[in-house]
């Protein structure tokens, strides 16, 4: 699995770096969250799945 952000649509609002600190991060020089991984680890596609559906904006792409 492959994650990316959609960069025009974050709102910044962190939740997906509570959700999976793992593989999202906020980059406070864009204020907005960004992907710290290339390929999400297998024991995380959850945690990725669960941020994506929680995301207000939809800004988070998942790629199976």
Do not use: T, W
Request: charged letters at 35%; proline letters at 3%; glycine letters at 4%.
């Amino acid at each position: 699995m492959k994650v990316r952000i959609d960069y025009g649509v974050c709102m910044g609002d962190k939740n997906c770096n509570i959700v999976c600190p793992e593989v999202f991060e906020f980059d406070e020089n864009q204020l907005k969250s960004r992907v710290k991984v290339d390929v999400v680890p297998k024991h995380l596609e959850d945690a990725v799945r669960k941020a994506a559906r929680e995301c207000a904006v939809q800004a988070i792409i998942i790629e199976e």
